[in-house]
């Protein structure tokens, strides 16, 4: 249950910004590859956020699919899970996309 | 997401830097024989270079206990019900082990192939240990792990005429989720392969 500790560093990141201005929703970008569950961390944010102004707030969630690129072949492609491999058949492959843990914005007010 | 404890872990390893020290953050499934490994490294490298241990573990003294009758510094971290060590856990155990000027400290995570995967602590490098009594294709079935090593320690190669094992088809499996991993057999029982291990830490 890493997700608890993830969700308590976003909810104490949040109320740093937020001050003493109610926040109506948070949202974040969770790549595909970061092993990270966000139906976990919808569960753990109404508990972390529970007596602070983050309570109540809507968390909206974006994942960012994973993308990778071959070295060998050059092509770009979508990886469907984290087993880094072409269709070309090489293992030499360069994530570019998928390992985002980002707080995109937040609506206060 | 992660910014306060990546800050931290900034902070370990400037900290550590300034005693000319490094980190290594040893993660494993429990039972894949971390803390026989750390007996055996910590007795060879008592000739070479100081060495110090932050022992992390659900509950108990135990193995802090068993790894300080080596000689070597060892504060225990009991994390309660969490899963991992995270970067200020690790601050405050810096703080009370002290270790001295040159120091390598290993740091042994939480018996755990999923959590601490995602928590610097301030590390140099991360270990993962795997022993062939576990599954060939634990690499695959524990991705995030293996993707976050720089090194893999395939323990117990002891066992391999009891097991059914297959340590090609393993190295191929962590290689498919990381491929600049460094990948090393070893049985911390018999000390067979230990001397790469040891050269690799020197290597740092």
């Known amino acids: 249950m890493h997700e608890l500790s993830i969700t308590q560093s976003v909810v104490d990141e949040v109320l740093s910004r937020a001050?003493?201005?109610?926040?109506?929703?948070?949202?974040?970008?969770?790549?595909?590859?970061?092993?990270?569950?966000p139906a976990s961390l919808e569960f753990c944010f109404d508990l972390v956020?529970?007596?602070?102004?983050?309570?109540?707030?809507?968390?909206?969630?974006?994942?960012?699919?994973?993308?990778?690129?071959?070295?060998?072949?050059?092509?770009?492609?979508?990886?469907?899970?984290?087993?880094?491999?072409?269709?070309?058949?090489?293992?030499?492959?360069?994530?570019?996309?998928?390992?985002?843990?980002?707080?995109?914005?937040?609506?206060?007010? | 997401m992660l910014a306060k404890n990546d800050a931290i872990a900034r902070d370990n390893r400037a900290w550590l830097r300034k005693r000319d020290a490094i980190a290594l953050n040893l993660m494993s499934s429990p039972g894949s024989g971390k803390t026989t490994?750390?007996?055996?490294t910590l007795v060879a490298l008592a000739r070479v270079r100081p060495a110090a241990v932050i022992e992390g573990d659900q509950a108990t003294s135990l193995d802090a206990e068993r790894l300080r009758r080596t000689g070597a510094p060892a504060v225990q971290v009991n994390t309660g019900a969490g899963c991992h060590l995270d970067a200020a856990l690790v601050r405050s155990a810096l703080s009370r082990l002290d270790p001295p000027a040159g120091a390598v400290v290993f740091?042994?995570?939480?018996?755990?192939?999923?959590?601490?995967?995602?928590?610097?602590?301030?590390?140099?490098?991360?270990?993962?240990?795997?022993?062939?009594?576990?599954?060939?294709?634990?690499?695959?079935?524990?991705?995030?792990?293996f993707a976050a090593a720089d090194l893999v320690l395939i323990n117990k190669i002891d066992l391999l005429p009891y097991v059914d094992f297959d340590l090609d088809l393993c190295a191929k499996h962590a290689r498919a989720v990381n491929p600049d991993l460094t990948?090393?057999?070893?049985?911390?029982?018999?000390?067979?392969?230990?001397?790469?291990?040891?050269?690799?830490?020197?290597?740092?």
């Not at chain 1, 974040?28 to 990270?36: I, M, P, S, Y």
């Open chain 2, 37 to 40: 490994l750390l007996e055996r």
């Open chain 2, 107 to 145: 740091v042994e995570n939480v018996g755990n192939l999923v959590c601490p995967a995602m928590f610097d602590l301030g590390e140099q490098r991360k270990v993962v240990v795997i022993s062939v009594t576990e599954g060939t294709d634990k690499p695959l079935k524990y991705p995030y792990m």
């Open chain 1, 19 to 37: 001050g003493s201005r109610r926040v109506h929703a948070v949202r974040l970008q969770v790549g595909a590859l970061t092993a990270v569950v």
């Open chain 1, 49 to 109: 956020a529970a007596g602070t102004v983050v309570e109540g707030a809507r968390l909206e969630i974006d994942v960012t699919p994973a993308r990778a690129a071959c070295r060998a072949c050059g092509v770009s492609f979508d990886l469907p899970d984290p087993v880094l491999l072409c269709a070309c058949g090489s293992a030499d492959v360069s994530v570019l996309a998928g390992r985002e843990l980002k707080i995109v914005s937040m609506e206060v007010g």
């Open chain 2, 183 to 204: 990948l090393l057999t070893v049985s911390a029982t018999t000390g067979d392969g230990l001397p790469s291990w040891y050269e690799w830490i020197a290597a740092i």
